[in-house]
């Protein structure tokens, strides 16, 4: 049984999402159950993979006993056991605060939601470049239909555009992928990382215009500068739930970006190694600039947070530009971090929302709010922690970002980092005084349902629980970032003959 | 035939690129579908082109390498299932908004009809 735990994350939100087709409509409360369960499960399945993987042994799941280099594999180690176990806290929230009526609003929820985890897992944890594009497009597709979720003019018009820029992304991933396999003849990504060092040298050109074109690619996934665009309308206008479970989305682009370049494009690489390097270090600092100005700009509280994502993932991106041990470490903490609270922030502004009656979360005057106290304690308690102040782990995470940077990029970082910082702070007060404070008229809303205090709670209450838990947390990263820095590990490992095979 | 080749997939894609840069939605889909068209003729080609040659058998020189046939097959599947799927999002979107341009504007003035 604990051989097969590795493929566990992608066949049990298959299952569940199968089972909950059984029955499209109606049944309600039993689909909330499957739903609810099977996610359940999946955080304890994380757990039990970040367990296995924090010895620092990395292990693989062979599908088919297919060995590799020939058959596709699951790869287990620290990094993708982290980002495992942290879709599924995520994913936790989400599909609780869903459950409070959301989920009534279209048909197939809980099914698409759980296939959309299964792809977001399989992005994770598969070890072949041509399977991270299936998981891409599995997690894609059921990102439409999310995105669509209850229908409404605003959603198609962002999910028009987000759809079709994804499927011109697609089209560029399936080009560099031939164009790496037509080079290297190979899709096992630690089998290409080996082939990479005896590469002929005049096949060195077309491997580097595949690996910057895969570059482009997982910049449309995270949202890097040129390619963001789509971001701030999609996340906006997405239901609540499905936005909280958008914010592992960016996060995928940039565990492919950290992946892909740390393995394949390793020290072993020779001439190739490193070469997205100085893309990632200029343009994450153009996306924070960017994002400094969006988060600023910002009328609607959800469009605000979007542009939160933007600012974390500048942050993220500026960390791999870095590209030392202990700019990963920092990283992984702070995309920890920077995922639970950005997801918590979009359920509360769909909480504020509803209790501000036609006023919504636009940053206008408005009804005052029936448990505003209540609201305004987490709006303050997410807003501390998004921004980085201190005590909140915001603060830890980007201290460890700052530290992170040698002399040199210091220069670049920091005056940049912090002013995204303090337009954060700025338009956060903004908004939370004019949502809070200037009202006027009775109070109205009904009172929010036990669910969707949950679902804020649990993502918003996971910042504190990171300060608490800093040490072993930050000693988890900084093992993880070790063992992506000395990638003959994971290469080992797969290449010999002894494995963990079924 | 590998000019022939390289001809046709580098027309494809250039035709799918113009076509995905319109403003409206019908030209887009067009465009998208004439990409993946390109886009699989060049990962078929990827293996190296081929004449008579064998499936893979011990020995014999002149194979063809099957594994860009499999992943042809695959993103065949894939962007037949994306095409369905963003034609009806785009007939939605026209219907919601009632014109089909990607940015559900109304047409301006002097602009010609489509």
Redesign the interface.
């Known amino acids: 049984m604990m051989q097969h735990l590795i493929a566990l994350p992608i066949v049990l939100p298959l299952v569940a999402g199968i089972l909950l087709l059984y029955s499209r409509q109606g049944e309600t409360r039993l689909k909330r159950l499957v739903g609810v369960f099977a996610t359940l499960l999946l955080v304890v399945v994380g757990i039990g993979l970040v367990a296995r993987a924090a010895g620092g042994e990395v292990t693989y799941y062979a599908l088919g006993d297919w060995q590799p280099p020939f058959g596709i594999v699951l790869v287990l180690d620290r990094l993708s056991a982290l980002m495992v176990l942290l879709t599924a806290v995520l994913a936790l929230g989400a599909v609780v605060f869903a459950c409070a009526g959301d989920d009534e609003q279209g048909s197939n929820f809980h099914g698409l939601f759980q296939w959309q985890l299964m792809g977001i897992n399989g992005a994770f944890l598969t070890g072949d470049l041509f399977n991270l594009f299936v998981f891409f497009e599995v997690l894609l597709l059921a990102s439409y239909a999310l995105l669509l979720h209850g229908g409404g003019k605003a959603r198609i018009q962002a999910g028009v555009h987000y759809v079709v820029l994804n499927l011109a992304g697609s089209s560029l991933f399936l080009i560099a992928v031939g164009v790496l396999y037509g080079a290297t003849g190979t899709l096992n990504m630690a089998d290409m990382a080996v082939r990479l060092a005896e590469l002929p040298a005049e096949r060195a050109g077309l491997v580097s215009a595949g690996a910057l074109m895969l570059l482009v690619v997982f910049g449309l996934k995270a949202a890097i500068l040129p390619l963001y665009f789509w971001l701030p309308r999609a996340y906006a206008a997405a239901p609540a739930p499905v936005a909280a479970l958008f914010a592992i989305m960016t996060k995928v682009g940039i565990y492919a970006i950290l992946r892909v370049y740390s393995l394949i494009f390793g020290e072993q690489a020779g001439p190739l190694a490193a070469l997205e390097q100085p893309w990632v270090w200029w343009l994450s600092l153009a996306t924070l600039a960017a994002a400094g100005v969006g988060v600023l700009a910002a009328r609607d509280l959800r469009l605000l947070v979007a542009y939160l994502v933007l600012v974390s993932v500048g942050t993220l991106l500026a960390g791999i530009g870095m590209r030392s041990p202990e700019a990963t470490a920092a990283l992984l903490y702070y995309l920890v971090h920077t995922t639970l609270v950005t997801g918590g922030l979009f359920l509360l502004a769909e909480l504020i929302g509803l209790q501000r009656g036609k006023a919504g979360t636009r940053l206008v005057r408005g009804r005052p709010l029936r448990q505003g106290g209540w609201l305004a304690g987490l709006f303050f308690l997410g807003a501390v922690a998004v921004a980085g102040l201190p005590p909140l782990s915001g603060a830890i995470g980007k201290a460890l970002v700052l530290q992170a940077a040698d002399a040199g990029q210091r220069l670049w970082l920091w005056p940049i980092l912090l002013a995204t910082g303090l337009f954060t702070l700025i338009a956060l007060s903004r908004a939370g005084s004019t949502l809070f404070w200037r009202s006027r008229g009775e109070p109205g809303g009904e009172p929010l349902s036990r669910r969707r205090w949950f679902g804020v709670a649990w993502l918003l209450g996971a910042s504190p629980l990171l300060v608490v838990l800093a040490g072993p947390v930050s000693d988890y990263t900084r093992a993880t970032a070790d063992q992506l820095a000395r990638p003959a590990i994971l290469i080992d490992s797969l290449l010999s003959t002894a494995g963990d095979a079924p | 035939m590998e000019s022939l080749y390289a001809i046709t997939t580098g027309v494809l894609t250039a035709c799918g690129l113009y076509l ?1 840069l319109r403003g409206r ?1 019908f030209p ?1 889909v067009v465009g ?1 579908t004439l ?2 068209y ?2 699989n003729l ?2 078929f080609s ?3 082109l081929t004449t008579n040659g064998a499936a893979i058998v011990d020995g014999v020189a002149d194979y063809a390498d099957p ?2 046939q499999a ?1 042809v097959l ?2 065949i599947v ?1 962007g037949f ?2 095409t369905a ?2 034609v009806i ?2 007939m ?2 026209r219907s ?2 009632g014109n089909d341009h ?3 504007r109304k047409r301006e003035v002097g602009e010609e009809r489509p």
């Open positions: 995905t939605t887009v998208l990409l993946s390109a886009v060049f990962l990827m293996g190296g594994l860009p992943l695959t993103a894939i299932a994306m799927f963003v999002l785009a939605r979107a919601e908004a990607v940015d559900g």
